[in-house]
């Protein structure tokens, strides 16, 4: 029977997916979720499926999983076809999906709003949002020219005192000519440096790419600094910086850069693919050669601790009290303002709370080199039932 298949389905190859937990009727299910949100639609399998599909690697055939795991081949055969239907494997279908996006991607010019619409559906309401954030946000009185900013990128219902905090220093300053915006690749195929050539939309307008920037920049590098930027369609950590940008300066141009970690190596050191110090070797001539006033912004959160993120502890306030701990001996090291004994403080303690930041943070560093760096406010989002904690800061770099 699955000799007639198509090849991407009788030895299927599942593409990196996002498995979120389920329970219904006292039964454990998985929702598959697709990353790359090519569909928003996910795929509901029973959790002991799961074994079944890290096998799905594209070299075993159906037949052969089917008597590996005693299971009906009928069953694999659905269960392939309803991933191959949703994209989730590697073949024609999703590279079908993939361009379809980017058709629409390039029609449009912009990367559309999707985290952002919490602030609000019209422009008057986000802007209404923001300012009832900065009503309550003491001012950090920063007296010197503010060169850079680290804000979070949690959601805005639990960051936005950093996001606030961040930005406070910037709301009376003149507008730059373009904006630099570092941010994280959560879920992406890129594990390079993954520039972009389109802008951002938010409900309050549109921030264009710098096009002679981005340009100098692919010149410089090549396509593979940009060979994967629909990673920036599902990845949040710049997208919810772009109306706190709008905000103080309306629709200024965007220069958006998603940043690898330092501390993981990348699949392969070829020419393939752009490293972080790469990257701001040349984004730093170019930024001499253009000329200008540039802002710059590094989206960043630091530790993700509890089940959540594969912890057996549930977060407590011991736990609290102890990545809180952790944290302020490494916003010490990046305060020192020196890169290199951040990454080296980081890579010594093998970085055991998943500051998911570090590239991001070191590029700043490297690119603003700040005479001071100053920590303005530092907070810690969890929940009660201790799943998960998030922590992050806010920092001016002058």
Known sequence: ?????????????????????????????VALRDPSMLQKQTMVVPAEAMRILQQFHGQDTLD????????????????????????????????????????????????????????????????????GYFDETEDPEIEETVLGIIA??????????????????????EPPDRVVVFGTNHFGLGDGVVLTEFGFESPMGRCPSDEAMTGKLVESLGKPVIVDQLDHMPEHSIELQIPWIQYCWGDVPIVAALIPDPLSQMINDDDERVGGPQFIEALSAALDELGGRTMFVGSCDLSHVGPQFGEPRPVDDQRRVDVERHDRDMMRQFVHGDPEEFLSALRWNKNPTRWCSIGSMSSMLKLVGPERVELIDYRQAFDERGLALVSCAAFALV
């Open 64 to 131: 052969e999983l089917a008597n590996k795991f005693r299971s009906k081949p009928e069953q694999l055969i659905q269960l392939a076809q309803g991933l191959d239907t949703l994209g989730l494997l590697w073949g024609p279908t999703f590279e079908q999906m993939e361009r379809a996006r980017w058709d629409k991607l390039k029609e449009e010019g912009a990367f559309p709003p999707l985290a952002t619409g919490s602030l609000g559906e019209t422009a008057e309401a986000c802007r209404e949002t923001i300012k």
């Open 1 to 29: 029977m699955s000799a007639d298949l198509p090849d991407h389905i009788l030895r299927p190859h599942l593409r990196p997916i996002q498995p979120v937990p389920l329970q219904k009727d006292g039964r454990n299910f």
């Open 152 to 173: 979070p990128h949690l959601d805005y219902a639990r960051g936005w005192p950093n996001y606030a905090a961040a930005y406070y220093p910037l709301l009376d300053s």
